[in-house]
């Protein structure tokens, strides 16, 4: 990771070289338009508070049209004529989907979303605060909130990037050669171009995964993972007779 940023530090301001949201992913040519609001040589964390401002800047289409009955939409959304909508869900704006992406029964879009071309919003997921670039997969059950995954991210079963400390306190990115207040109470995961993360793993408030990062299923992961990297843990499992 390069660049430098400048971080408030008990009244003094340190400057530290830092993570650049190109260290994690590249804007896809779907999402241009909203390139002037995601600088790529800004830490990622602070896209997430740009996301209204970028959609507030597009026109986006509220008028209705060809829907399923049990698609509920409202406030301003734009979706894609090649969008692919299931039998029911939910979708409150400000949201903007883009081409042929897919998104299956029962899914929750609930504000301040933007996602790219190709991608799956998957059956019973959430998602609040997010940018999702081209040929996302988050299939089933889970939660993305205050994230942004990169071009071909993909989660499986139940993944959730918990957004929020139990403790409700400012979030903190520690990395191998920093540590960085982010100055955000809410803020999940930023996943790099491609990185993967198994069925059921948490990814803690301010986690931090590379490109082609892999988290292992049935985990919770914390911190920064580096690219190409993969993330596990082998719990011990004791085998105790069943009594009558």
């Known amino acids: 990771m390069a660049g430098e940023v400048s971080l408030p530090t008990r009244g003094k301001t340190v400057h530290v070289r830092g993570v650049k949201a190109s260290d994690f992913f590249i804007l896809p040519p779907s999402l241009a338009r909203?390139?002037?609001?995601?600088?790529?040589?800004?830490?990622?964390?602070e896209w997430l508070q740009r996301i209204g401002a970028a959609l507030a800047a597009q026109d986006l289409d509220v008028a209705e049209s060809a829907?399923?009955?049990?698609?509920?939409?409202?406030?301003?959304?734009?979706?894609?004529?090649?969008?692919?909508?299931?039998?029911?869900?939910?979708i409150i704006g400000?949201?903007?989907?883009?081409?042929?992406?897919?998104?299956?029964?029962?899914?929750?879009?609930r504000g301040n979303v933007i996602v790219g071309e190709g991608c799956v919003l998957g059956n019973a997921c959430e998602f609040k605060n997010c940018v999702l670039m081209d040929k996302v997969q988050v299939p089933h059950f889970s939660y993305v909130g205050d994230s942004i995954l990169g071009n071909g991210a993909h989660f499986g079963a139940g993944v959730i990037c918990s957004n929020l400390r139990l403790d409700q306190q400012l979030i903190v990115v520690r990395t191998a050669g920093a540590t960085y207040e982010t100055g955000l109470k809410k803020f999940g995961?930023?996943?790099?171009?491609?990185?993967?993360v198994g069925c059921n793993a948490v990814l803690n408030p301010g986690t931090l995964l590379g490109p082609r990062a892999l988290v292992m299923p049935a985990m919770a992961f914390t911190g920064y993972l580096p690219a190409a990297t993969i993330a596990h843990c082998r719990p011990a499992i004791k085998l105790i007779p069943r009594r009558d």
């Not at 995961?189 to 993967?196: F, L, N």
């Open 189 to 196: 995961a930023i996943v790099g171009d491609k990185a993967e």
């Open 67 to 90: 829907r399923p009955a049990g698609v509920h939409v409202e406030g301003p959304v734009f979706l894609h004529p090649s969008v692919k909508l299931p039998a029911y869900a939910t």
């Open 34 to 45: 909203f390139a002037a609001h995601f600088p790529a040589d800004i830490p990622p964390w």
């Open 94 to 109: 400000p949201v903007w989907i883009g081409a042929n992406t897919e998104i299956r029964p029962g899914a929750f879009i």
